[in-house]
């Protein structure tokens, strides 16, 4: 079945911890895109990358950090830096283009909660 | 600032009712989506359109350009519509890859 995934479902970490969420998909699919979810608000665009070794920041990409080796592969970082980390945070992939115009498929989601 | 309003914020519904969800946004769009995300935080993509009407099944979407406004039926509403409905645009003029979101609908319908 093609879809994403997203690894692990629950994330605890310690405070002052890097953690690396995970996003694969078998959909080959271009482009990819994180996004974080927070209670009350609209999900907010932290990186997307239209390519292989290509990305470029969203709106909310301070104290995160991602990388395109793979295709198939958009890990995100969580870092120390990011002052409010926890929260739930989807991947998504699309085909290649106008993503406005493309439909968007979403992984099932990674809750990380730093304690 | 480009922002997108859905409403209602919450909506409780009988099964077997019409349901209703509005978006509205600010400016000139070239798409506008239609998100469905269930209790277990997934979401999955009902429409997608930039005019006009889609229908599948039981969910009709329909965008008035000129109000810059979308609405969402749901027709026979059964309680495993029960989720969160997200209203997405792509403003014309704005980054290729970027959509703004809705806060959300929460749909809850009673059996």
């Known amino acids: 079945d093609g879809g994403i995934t997203q690894s692990p479902k629950y994330l605890f970490r310690k405070e002052g911890q890097n953690v690396t969420l995970s996003c694969e998909q078998n959909?080959?699919?271009?482009?990819m895109y994180w996004y974080r979810q927070d209670p009350g608000q609209g999900l907010r665009l932290i990186y997307y990358?239209?390519?292989?070794?290509?990305?470029q920041k969203g709106d909310i990409a301070e104290g995160y950090s991602v990388s395109r080796e793979k295709k198939e592969s958009f890990p995100l970082t969580v870092t120390s830096a990011q002052k409010n980390p926890t929260a739930f945070y989807l991947c998504a992939s699309s085909i290649r283009g106008l993503a406005g115009r493309n439909e968007q498929f979403f992984g099932p989601g990674t809750r990380l909660t730093v304690l | 600032k480009n922002e997108v309003e859905q409403s209602p914020q919450n909506l409780t519904a009988q099964e077997g009712e019409f349901i209703t969800i509005n978006c509205s946004y600010s400016v000139g769009i070239s798409a506008l989506h239609w998100l469905q995300q269930h209790p277990g935080g997934g979401i999955v993509s009902l429409f997608m359109l930039s005019s006009g009407k889609k229908k599948h099944g039981r969910l009709i979407a329909t965008i008035n350009i000129q109000e810059k406004h979308s609405s969402l039926h749901i027709t026979a509403s059964h309680p495993r519509d029960s989720a969160v409905y997200i209203c997405a645009v792509r403003y014309r003029g704005g980054s290729n890859y970027k959509l703004t979101f809705g806060k959300g609908t929460l749909l809850t319908v009673n059996p």
């Open positions: 990358s239209q390519i292989v070794n290509d990305f």
């Open positions: 959909l080959n699919h271009d482009a």
